[in-house]
């Protein structure tokens, strides 16, 4: 089908969505560039962050303890999805990494640490 130029008539809605899949694409890792990693969430939120704020922005840990001194310690486990030149949280270690977290007796996070993964 043509126009009376003789050009083919081009429909606006595959250019439109291909268009709308890369700003929403764009904006998606935007998003995600801007959130911080658990590292630098975890370096904001030591002192004063609860386990509650702590679990609702990473979720349930992997592994938890209860110290006799009644703290609790968390484990967080990330391994690295296997997408090139993607490494998850990972910059440039260990295919997996713990999380090791500490809670004081008012479930306040006091301590962390980030280290390779151990056998659990």
Same mark, same amino acid.
């Given at each position: 089908?043509?126009? +009376? ?47 509650? +704020?702590?679990? +609702? ?20 486990r990330y391994e690295v999805n296997s997408f ?37």
């Open positions: 089908m043509g126009t +009376e130029t003789g050009r083919p008539v081009v429909s606006g809605s595959s250019s439109a969505s291909g268009w709308a899949f890369t700003v929403v694409a764009g904006l998606t890792l935007s998003l995600a560039a801007c959130m911080p990693s658990q590292y630098e969430y975890l370096g904001q939120a030591n002192g004063h962050a609860t386990q509650g +704020e702590i679990k +609702e922005r990473l979720g349930e840990p992997h592994q938890t303890q209860t110290l006799p001194d009644q703290t609790q310690v968390w484990t967080y090139p030149g993607i490494r998850g949280d990972m910059r440039g270690g260990a295919p997996c990494i713990d999380y090791i977290l500490r809670f004081d007796s008012k479930q306040v996070l006091n301590y962390w640490t980030r280290q390779p993964c151990s056998a659990l």
